[in-house]
């Protein structure tokens, strides 16, 4: 029993030794590391965006980095003619910067360019830089109807030196239709592959999805995260919806509908209560001329 | 003591006064906010609405928190005269035409705030035009144009056998008072047809003011309550604005008695023993609004829905908790702890309290319109830092100070024209009070 007795309190003497022992090997590792991360997205071959995200990590923890101001140059040249443009994260660490006209004659000179991003310390957060190159593309979109079936073609189309697009023959392309908060898929796969052809195609199954007045809808194609060109997405309408018919529901007499529009209940209460008691000013009004004429009755 | 009023002297003791020095220096004061208001709503109108702290979210700032401060206040009218004639409360006489004066010169002033909130004064016409009468703003129009019709007529009629007096009083003189004396009241004689005429047509008054005054109260609730907001989706709004406007009303009414009673020496007509009644009255309005302000927090403070919970706690603990509980305690403890006792009720605690009753709720006013407007349901995004804090500008300040500065000048004015105490009224109840004693 001693021995236990002894044994017991061997332990419970050495186990704060081991606890403070942890915590102390943890704060070696403790060392926050700020990250940032550039990203290219084309948007309709009409907007380029520089997308950017600032994080910490702390051990294995990864926070955003809210209020970071981050500047971004083109062609990682730092002088303030190349710049595109300052911005400051948001409550997610993210920020985005568009290409101004200003850099129109830079931007068209070269097929490949260099977006250097460098950012301002803001604790925890510290200073650093990231840059990413990128090749210019667009997308190309085409729908096939056979009368049977429908298809969405698209092409991803980059840039050569001579200034000519060229099909690229790799790469996989996604292809959705665009609904109220994300994309939905236009057949079971939501990813196609480009081949050799340099075309992906997809095949459309969502005969009779609900459109707009006319029927439209909006087909999206998208390159997510390609190494060489980037984000970029391109949107088609097509009248492949199902038309919806918009009950009116302000040509009623509802409390939302325009003021020919009354309700009657609310009319008839709302004059009711008002006339009655202008009634009462009215015999008000009566009552004093009736005051005058008995002044002047004499 | 009542056989030394004779009706003489009540009359000369009633009678409105030239303007002192003090006076003199009173309304200079008064007429300068007034300026300055005025010189800042000229910068408003010149340069839009971009002049004051309002932005997309606080688009309701002072102005509207002003707006319901003197609607409710102009609620005062209904208490004292119409609630407590048809209640035959015998000691009101003194206070009736203060109380009217100030319902009439605040909802004046209500209306006038509400087409400076507008920013474009024309555009009040769009709402005669383009109304609709399913919007709560169209109701308030309506009642707030029939409320000042009906405090008009009820300070009119009552004033008739007193315009006859200043008529007498200034038979000789050729002045633009004696013109306007004549202008107003020339017709009445005191008949007995006439005054029947006149009994009738104040009491139906006052039977029509009540509702009337709780419709005004009620629609400017139902402004907040329609809108699905937080701090604003309730259903006792109502109740809770009509007692408080009872509360912040009889609050006023005691401050002028005080003023009144001090200026004009006026203390055989006002006496300790109003204070007193008043001051028990104001227990009560202020007990009652203090539950109501319970109903009114405990509920969703209980349940603490998330988007409920940080506009709660911006009153409870946050930015406005300093206001909230000022608010709070001056308009409504404090108050109580004075005038539960014998001694509170003098008239110089009274007065006190009512100063307190009125300054918390003008501040209560803002915390229901403004904090609930920095709360939305959906987190403020992509906005300058300015569109999430409110501060209003100089010339809000001076518009909204202007605006307090004019109703009061309404009420020393009319003063100065008027008897401010009823003298046939109490004449006629010195008289009825010897004869009750021989």
């Known amino acids: 029993m001693t021995k236990i007795f002894i044994a017991f309190l061997l332990i419970i003497s050495c186990a704060p030794g081991r606890v403070f022992g942890q915590t102390d090997a943890n704060s070696e590792t403790d060392a926050i590391e700020s990250l940032l991360y550039v990203n290219y997205l084309n948007v309709d071959n009409k907007y380029q965006l520089v997308k950017l995200e ?33 911005c400051i994260t948001d409550e997610k660490g993210l920020a985005s910067v568009a290409i101004p006209a200003s850099l129109a004659e830079a931007w068209k000179s070269s097929v490949t360019h260099t977006f250097l991003a460098i950012a301002d310390a803001a ?26 079936s429908r298809s969405v073609r698209v092409q991803l189309l980059a840039m050569q030196n001579d200034g000519t697009w060229q099909p690229v023959t790799e790469g996989d392309v996604k292809v959705g239709i665009r609904r109220l908060t994300s994309n939905l898929s236009v057949g079971e796969e939501e990813s196609f592959t480009i081949d050799e052809s340099g075309e992906a195609i997809a095949s459309f199954d969502r005969e009779g999805i609900p459109g707009d007045e006319q029927g439209n809808i909006v087909l999206i194609a998208a390159i997510v995260d390609n190494d060489t060109y980037g984000n970029l997405q391109l949107q088609a309408v097509v009248p492949w919806g199902k038309p919806t018919a918009l009950a009116a529901n302000t040509d009623a007499r509802n409390l939302w509908s325009d003021r020919t529009l009354v309700p009657y209940w609310l009319l008839f209460l709302i004059s009711a209560i008002t006339l009655s008691v202008w009634a009462v000013v009215g015999y008000m009004a009566i009552q004093f001329f009736r005051m005058k004429r008995l002044a002047s009755a004499d | 003591m009542d056989s030394i009023f004779t009706p003489q002297k009540i009359t000369s003791d009633l009678l409105p006064q030239p303007f002192g020095r003090r006076g003199k220096i009173w309304t200079a004061i008064l007429c300068a906010f007034c300026l300055v208001g005025l010189f800042a709503y000229y910068r408003q109108l010149r340069y839009g609405l971009s002049v004051t702290g309002m932005r ?15 609607v409710a206040i102009s609620l005062v009218g209904s208490l004292i005269t119409a609630v407590f004639r048809l209640l035959n409360v015998s000691w009101r006489t003194p206070l009736t035409r203060i109380s009217e004066i100030i319902a009439v010169s605040a909802i004046v002033f209500a209306a006038i705030i509400i087409v400076v909130d507008m920013g474009r004064p024309e555009r009040f016409m769009y709402l005669v035009i383009y109304g609709r009468l399913q919007s709560p703003i169209m109701w308030d129009v309506i009642v707030i144009c029939t409320y000042l019709v009906i405090s008009l007529m009820l300070l009119y009629f009552p004033l008739l056998p007193d315009i006859k007096i200043m008529i007498g009083q200034t038979k000789s003189k050729k002045t633009f008072l004696s013109r306007y004396y004549r202008w107003l009241g020339n017709f009445w004689k005191d008949k007995p047809a006439q005054v029947r005429i006149n009994n009738k047509a104040i009491t139906l008054l006052c039977i029509t003011i009540i509702p009337v005054a709780f419709a005004i109260h009620t629609v400017t609730s139902w402004l907040f309550a329609t809108t699905y907001r937080p ?20 609050g006023g009414v005691v401050v ?73 305690l ?8 004075i005038l539960v006792t014998h001694w509170g009720r003098k008239p110089l605690p009274v007065f006190i309290a009512g100063v307190m009753v009125v300054i918390g709720a003008w501040f209560k006013r803002y915390l229901i319109v403004t904090p609930t407007l920095l709360h939305p349901f959906l987190p403020m995004s992509n906005v300058d830092e300015s569109y999430k804090h409110y501060w209003p500008s100089w010339e809000e300040w001076a518009i909204a100070m202007g605006s307090l500065a004019g109703a009061m000048l309404i009420i020393t004015l009319f003063a100065r024209i008027f008897p401010i105490v009823p003298i046939a009224e109490t004449i006629a109840e010195r008289h009825e009070k010897l004869h009750k004693h021989d």
Do not use: Q
Request: net charge positive.
């Open chain 1, 54 to 86: 600032a994080k910490t990590k702390d051990g294995r923890l990864f926070k955003p980095a809210k209020g970071v101001k981050v500047k971004v140059y083109l062609d990682a040249d730092s002088s303030e003619a190349f710049l595109i443009d300052s």
């Open chain 1, 123 to 148: 604790a925890p957060f510290g200073a650093t830089h990231s840059d990413l190159t990128i090749s210019k593309a667009k997308l190309a979109i085409d729908t096939i109807n056979d009368g049977s």
């Open chain 2, 256 to 328: 002028a008695m005080y003023i009144f009673r001090k200026a004009y020496s006026l203390e055989a007509y006002i006496t300790n023993k109003h204070f007193e009644r008043m001051g028990r009255i104001i227990v009560l309005l202020a007990a009652l609004y203090l539950y109501f302000n319970l109903n009114e927090f405990i509920t969703p403070t209980f349940k603490m829905k998330k988007s409920e919970a940080s506009h709660l706690n911006s009153l409870f603990v946050g930015d406005y908790a300093i206001m909230f509980w000022f608010a709070i």
């Open chain 2, 330 to 337: 001056t308009s409504m403890i404090i108050p109580i702890l």
């Open chain 2, 231 to 250: 701090g604003w989706d309730s259903t006792n709004f109502g109740a809770y604005f009509i007692s408080g406007a009872f509360l912040v009303g009889a």
């Open chain 2, 56 to 70: 997309d979210y606080v688009s309701w700032g002072i102005y509207i928190s002003n707006f319901v401060f003197f």
